[in-house]
Every structure is written in C-alpha cells, then in structure tokens.
C-alpha cells in the first residue's frame, strides 16, 4: 500500500481506475458525480488514457459500447437521472458480453429528484434496469476506502466473465472525503487475453469477429440467455462478498449496504451498550446477493431489520432469501434523507419486543 491521501470519494474512485488501467472514459457531467469526470478530464489524457466528454449520458454509454469492443479497460459515471438514460446501451453490451466499468453516485428521486444520496436505484441496478434478461454484477462501498478497491475488484470481475460490473454509489460517499490508500497493482498482471471476440481489425490471418446484440432468430436469441442465466449461476456461486459484523451471538441482525451500514452499525454499536445482542450483515456484492448466508444467518438469530435510504428494495430480496420463518422489519428513509443511528435503535428496540428478547 502506498501513503494514505485525503481524497473526496469521486475522485478516489476516478484514481483508481487510472491506476487499474482504463484506457477510456466517457461520460457527462451530473451532480453529484461531477467531480469524477473532472478528475477524469484533468488527468486521464496525461496518463495515456483517453478522456471524452460525450453530448449526452446516451452518447456515452455508446461509446462505451464501441471501446469495449477493442478489449480495453473502459468506464463510464453517472447519478440517478443520467443512469436511467444509459439503459438501454447497458442492456445492448449485457448481450453482446462486453466488460466495463459503471459508476453510479446515487441521488434522490424519483425524477430529477434532489443532489442528495439516496438508494433509491437498487431494483434498478440488481434486477436489469433495461430490457430483457440479464445482470450486472454490482458492487456496493460503504467508505472512501472502497469507492477505490471496488474500482479494482470491479475491473478484474468484468474482464474475467465479459460483464458490465456496476459501482453503486451515494451522493454523499461521492462527496464526502476520507484517507485512502492505493495498493499495488500492476494493470498487466490483471488484464486477461481478449483476442477469441475482440474487433481489432484481420491482421495476420485473424478471424473476423461482430459484435451485436441482435440475433433475429429466436432459437439463437433463447441460446444467448441460456449461456448468460449459466454465467450468472457461476458469478453467485464464487463471487458473492459480503461483511459480517458481531453474529455470533445476535438476537437481532441487520441487513444493509452502503452508507446506511455504517449508521447501521453505529447503532449496533449503541444497542449492544443497552444489553441488546444485534449483528449486522453488510451486502459488498448486491448481485450477487449473499442469499445463503442470510438465510444461515436467519436460522440463529430472532429478527432481521432491514435498513435502506429508500422505500424498501433490498427487504424483498431479505425475504426472498429467509421466506416466512422469522418476523423481517424495514426501516428507510426517502427523498435524500439517511437513517439516524438512533432512529434505527428504536426500530431494533420495537423488533425485539416483537420477537420477545
């Protein structure tokens, strides 16, 4: 690891991905991600990279699109409004397999909404927000600290199965600033061999490649989703991450991502000071979700509340995970608003009266 730097998460976030290589970026500017493309724009071209400033998020996630393609390391950024947009280019490059890297700095919504954070975008980002059947592995950070290491793992995941990997983020992550260290990282080391699909032109007797995500066929078109539902299997089974926190002897667990995990374990904190046994799991990879250990988890403890900034997106994936067998509560707050450690204390105090603790 090298010297510890005080750094906005933007812009952690953007020095990691130069240090892991990207040859590309290609974005638009967004509160309250700005900062990111701002880092990109002074220091990408310097650093042998190419910067675009595209003329909208669309544009963007084409030419992203269209870089991938080469088998270079590419990324683009983004919040809430400019993501939307970006759909339908994210579903194109699902299809086809191509590895990127996407960022979103997360605000309040719906619609243009407020610059403050939110976690409104998890169904979203975990469920395909474009058309058809697909995933993207999506990487959840909780400090300054992870808005860089994510960067690495997340180019590394995206190279390995050909997908776009996705950074959710929150306005305040992205703003807030944190020391951070950079590890070593030597990009050469990383980078894996994309000549079997790259189009990077017939020189030497190579075989000529197309990219596409139209296949008018429908038993090519069924064919591509069995192979991705298959590739998806393999990314749950060995790449689920997640941090478990003072399990051993809870009563009551919580679930949360993000920023709300680190109100969440301050109130865990401040609840185990008041005699009260809670845990909390924090989901790193929200797809794939640590389904398995929270339904290892659900046959110890006696309740899960479920926290989020937002109207409850991940509790249904709680549920899905544990079923009926143990009382799931749900505290969020909207709109740009973030849950109080003490606001959440009193959720757990309800969940255990419930439970009888």
């Not at 243009?112 to 999506?138: C, M």
């Not at 061999?193 to 032109?201: M, N, P």
């Amino acid at each position: 690891m090298g010297k510890k730097l005080l750094m906005k998460g933007n812009e952690a976030l953007a020095e990691a991905a130069i240090r892991a290589g990207v040859k590309g970026y290609f974005g638009y500017p967004i509160t309250p991600q700005s900062e990111l493309l701002e880092y990109m724009a002074t220091n990408l071209d310097a650093r042998g990279g190419v910067f675009l400033q595209a003329e909208s998020e669309v544009a963007a996630i084409n030419m992203v699109y269209g870089a991938s393609g080469t088998g270079t390391r590419v990324m683009t950024s983004t919040s809430s409004p400019g993501f939307s947009l970006m759909q339908e280019g994210i579903s194109y490059m699902a299809c086809a397999e191509l590895p990127c890297l996407l960022v979103n700095v997360v605000r309040g919504g719906p619609g243009l909404g407020t610059i403050q954070p939110s976690q409104g975008d998890y169904f979203q980002a975990v469920k395909g927000g474009g058309h058809g059947d697909y995933k993207l592995i999506v990487l959840a950070p909780n400090s300054v600290q992870e808005m860089a290491d994510l960067v690495y793992l997340g180019f590394d995941l995206a190279d390995k199965y050909r997908i776009p990997t996705l950074i959710l983020s929150d306005g305040a992550l992205g703003q807030m600033m944190e020391s951070v260290e950079f590890p070593e990282y030597n990009v050469e080391e990383h980078l894996v061999d994309h000549s079997s699909w790259t189009t990077i032109g017939r020189e030497n007797g190579r075989e000529q490649h197309y990219i596409t995500s139209l296949h008018l066929l429908s038993e090519k078109m069924e064919e591509i989703n069995i192979h991705l539902q298959d590739k998806y299997k393999i990314i749950q089974k060995n790449e689920t991450r997640f941090e478990s926190i003072q399990t051993e002897d809870a009563d009551i667990l919580i679930v949360a991502f993000g920023l709300s995990s680190r109100s969440s374990q301050k109130a865990l904190e401040l609840a185990r000071e008041q005699g009260l046994k809670v845990g909390m799991l924090r989901p790193i990879t929200l797809f794939p979700f640590p389904t398995d250990e929270i339904k290892h988890l659900a046959q110890i403890v006696k309740g899960i509340l479920v926290v989020e900034m937002n109207a409850g997106q991940m509790v249904e994936d709680v549920h899905l995970s544990v079923g009926n067998n143990i009382p799931i509560d749900f505290y969020g707050r909207m709109g740009g608003m973030i849950p109080q450690p003490d606001e959440i204390v009193e959720k757990i105090k309800d969940l255990s009266k419930q439970v009888k603790i």
